[in-house]
């Protein structure tokens, strides 16, 4: 587990209604972008964004590029110059279709024009949100949280344990005498556990209380180093744990945590805006509403 895990799953309680992706691009409309991109032909500056190409008189710049890169770029096996030529090949593609689009009115169909509304608003809603994330950034910030961090975490303790998980109480009871008989545990493990950590000897590293369920936390947060539990249930089967050591939790250096204290800052502040908007707005529920009419999915021909 990463040493801030705690803080960054109270984030989640603070998180914000849309994914992105490994670079922090707004995911999910970049396809959308890119056709309005296309079709509109903005003005935008030469210097530092070059034209890589043109297709039927409209230009494709290095950050049309680097939007397709956001959007379909971590699904490519390939790299440099053959992942160029892929892009470039898909923003083509996309331009050449949509151009073809325009030329049927599609844009004049209601279906799209829903569609073309949702994008836009998710996008304004994205961009905000990644505004407004970087905006509760700082230095002062990064620290202050860091310290508030470190000093919930001191003096909290942690357990090095292992286990070997089975079905049945019975199984649990032939596993532990046989251990007691002097069986190897490591060896017991990776023979009769039916954990995915078998296969290591049944070792989970180091965890604090809150990181496991808590009937496998009271057992093995009560034993000495070396000690044995008894048969443990829970959710997941029976347990045999062996504790292999306990300590108190380290502090992580600051520089090792900075991405986690920055995501949390960011989702924190984003958090806030929308929780501030609710509380702004007059949101109205209609009871009883009636089932929105389906949305066609692009390429499906009309019901007759």
Known sequence: MAPFSRFARRSATAHTPCRRDRRGWPCGLAVAVLVQLALAAPVRAADGDPVIARFNGTEIRASDLAIAEEDVGSNLPMTGEARRDYLTKYLSDMVLVAQAAEAKKVQDREDFKRRLAYSRDKLLMEMMLQQ???????????????????????????????????????????????????????????????????????????????????????????LEAGQLSDPVKTQFGWHIIKVEEKRDRPIPEFDKVRDQLETFLARRNQADLINKLRAQANIEKVEAAPEAAPIPTPGTPKQK
């Open 132 to 222: 407004e994330g970087k905006a509760s950034i700082s230095e002062a910030a990064l620290h202050q949280l860091y310290e508030e961090a470190t000093k919930q975490m001191a003096g909290e303790k942690e357990v090095h344990a292992s286990h070997i998980l089975v079905d049945t109480e019975d199984e649990a009871k032939a596993v532990l005498a046989e251990l007691k008989k002097g069986g190897d545990f490591a060896a017991i493990a990776k023979q009769k556990s039916k954990d995915p950590g078998a296969a290591n000897g049944g070792d989970l590293g180091y965890f604090t209380q809150d990181q496991m369920v808590p009937e496998f936390a009271q057992a093995a947060f009560k």
